[in-house]
């Protein structure tokens, strides 16, 4: 450092911690105070909403792929490409399965839902559905046995238990998409499962060869998909690309055509994202508060130290010294008090959950709906970003004060003294 800077930073932690005139001591604190809450709170909310986003996205991922691929007119090579996929790196599971909406009814009850045949095997390589199954299980789907596994909200809709028989109305459509016939196939409920989250709640699953019988005759080649389970979600549109250009390349003939869970679940996590980013925006604005009280402080300082600018300026001070002493003043105060809230808000985002059970314990210790776990992800891209955005308000807020000490006269001051 300059020998130059070395008295503009002596002096303006001074006039900053200064004891003989506590008032801008105590609006200072303030401003830390200001600055340290909204950050603290900007940690604390951004790691809620993280926390929420993962839980949201990995129960969305329950019955949703992280990758689909399929085929037209027809996937005749699907049981080669599966084992192509397999073997490619990136990608941890593949199975395949088949969709078709359906009229599920039971003593009266109805609800269209969407039906899927799998092996149950190879879909619990690629998802958590085995982890999620309330009633029965997934082995429970037996070819040829007419099981079928349904989601908490639709068995609840159809008032049906494990061990219920339940019809399924398929219809019957040419390729003009005009009806012509409507089939009547009976099932056998065998498992419930629960994703606690709407997408996928009111799915149903057959075993692969029985949803043969749902699907026009000699259709299933045209029907089938693969699910993919990538290594990394986030990469997941990579794979896609590659798994692509693998099958075009080792199994040429059908027109083959992928997306991953960021195009087919896109408006849901966009939705997420903006809300993510405008609660962001709104809680900043606690940081602009603490930011004016700095401007505040300053514009007083420079007012009462008047007298002491002039006479710096007459022992040789120039205007870039002045107007240093204040940058560091207010500086400071915006370091000390994001950094304090950074660290703050740290610790109370990773013990979140202990801090709000804690807490309900203490102020409603009878209530019914105690918190049991309320996940936060704790990101450092997240602080790193609300940390640099408060600084710069900070700087941005001293500069106007710092300017107007480096403007004063000495010779203006100094005549009235």
Known sequence: MSSSKQPAVFI???????????????ISLISMTGLTLGVMALVVVLSVFNGSQSVMRDRTLITVPHADVSATPAFTTWPQAVDLLRAQPGIAAVAPYTSVDALLSQKGYHQVTQVRGIIPADELAVST??????????????????????????????????????????????????QVSTQMHHFTVVGIFDVQFN?????????????????????LDAAVHLRLKTVD?????????????????ELPGPQYHGEDWTITEASLF????????????MLMMIVAIGAFNIISTLVMVVAEKQADIAILRTMG????????????????????GVSVGAVLGSLVATNFT???????????????????????????SDVLITCGV???????????????????????VLRYV
């Open 354 to 380: 202990a801090i709000a059970s804690a807490l309900e314990q203490v102020l409603s210790p009878d209530s019914l709906y105690m918190i049991s776990s309320l996940p936060t992800q704790w990101r450092s």
């Open 12 to 26: 303006g932690l001074r006039y900053l911690l200064a004891k003989r005139n506590n008032r801008f001591s105590f």
């Open 199 to 219: 997408i996928g709640s009111d799915l149903a699953y057959v075993h692969l060869q029985d949803s043969e019988q749902l699907l026009p005759a000699g259709s």
């Open 317 to 336: 001070a120039g205007q870039g010294t002045i107007l240093a002493i204040f940058l560091v003043q207010g500086s400071m105060v915006g370091i000390i």
């Open 129 to 178: 559905l085995g982890h999620v199954m309330v009633e029965g299980s997934l082995d429970q789907l037996q070819p040829g046995k007419q099981g079928i596994v349904l989601g908490r909200a639709l068995a609840n809709n159809l008032r049906v238990w494990p061990g219920d028989a339940i019809n399924l109305l398929v219809p019957q459509v040419t390729a003009e998409g005009k």
């Open 270 to 281: 966009n939705a997420l994202r903006l809300e993510k980013f405008m609660t962001w925006l």
């Open 390 to 412: 408060s600084l710069l308000i900070s700087f941005l807020a001293t500069l106007y004060p710092a300017w107007k000490a480096s403007r004063i006269h000495p010779a203006q």
């Open 233 to 249: 979600i986030n990469n997941a549109d990579q794979q896609v690309v590659a798994s692509l250009k693998l099958l075009n390349s």
